[in-house]
């Protein structure tokens, strides 16, 4: 049963235009959507976050858009770079008894071509 | 700063044999947590700890065992190898067991059964 379901699997996309992710989840329970950013060898980093109260998130290139009713929400990346080249995992999460449960999407490997 | 160090980087067992997976954080983080990550799949949650002496079972647990004897360490044990455990193994750390905390993870540990 994946709650969190990802696509593209896999994206090309030219240096300079804009990457788009997304992500659906099914858990109306989850009350946080991170992503996390993944080089080669690497373990993820954390590299934005959004609530379910916010519908946009933006941090320089990189923006959030979130549907609360439609329970989805996608990642934009604005003028992409070769440097963004990495895997992308969506995720949601939710707090039970004090520890938080998180629930990651399949992952996008993210090909960004000069 | 070390941040989540896991040790081995690498490891090749053959079925049937057990191991232990090193997990050390130097940040002072009560939470902890073991995920698995495999093609299409994403990263799957396996145990996680919200402090010494506490630990719970994730989305897939069966075949391993953890324990959390100090605030710093977390190993991972599988006691008797099977090839479906092949997979590269990732630890995190957060700050706070709740949603908003982001996880930190290590670099991973590649695990190949045979």
């Known amino acids: 049963q994946q709650q969190v379901k990802q696509s593209p699997q896999s994206l090309i996309v030219q240096k300079g235009g804009i990457s788009i992710i997304n992500c659906a989840y099914e858990?109306?329970?989850?009350?946080?959507f991170p992503w996390y950013q993944q080089f080669p060898g690497k373990g993820p980093a954390l590299l934005i976050a959004i609530r379910p109260d916010v519908s946009e998130k933006k941090e320089g290139r990189f923006t959030i858009s979130f549907n609360k009713s439609a329970k989805q929400f996608s990642l934009h990346i604005m003028d992409s770079q070769p440097g963004d080249s990495a895997t992308y995992f969506c995720?949601?999460?939710?707090?039970?008894?004090?520890?938080?449960?998180?629930?990651f999407g399949q992952g996008t490997r993210l090909t960004i071509n000069p | 700063n070390a941040g989540v160090t896991q040790t081995p980087k690498f490891q090749v067992l053959k079925t049937g044999q057990s191991m232990t997976l090193q997990c050390a954080q130097d940040m002072n983080h009560e939470y902890m947590s073991w995920y698995r990550q495999d093609p299409g799949m994403g990263l799957r949650l396996i145990h996680y700890s919200v402090g010494a002496g506490i630990t719970d079972q994730g989305e897939v647990p069966n075949g391993y065992n953890v324990s959390r004897s100090t605030t710093e360490d977390f190993p991972l044990r599988l006691l008797s190898a099977a090839p479906s455990q092949t997979s590269v193994y990732f630890c995190?750390?957060?700050?706070?067991?709740?949603?908003?905390?982001?996880?930190?993870f290590g670099n991973g540990t590649r695990l190949t059964v045979t």
């Open positions: 995190a750390s957060s700050y706070g067991g709740r949603g908003n905390s982001p996880l930190h």
């Open positions: 995720a949601a999460s939710r707090t039970v008894q004090g520890a938080q449960k998180l629930v």
């Open positions: 858990n109306t329970a989850f009350d946080y």
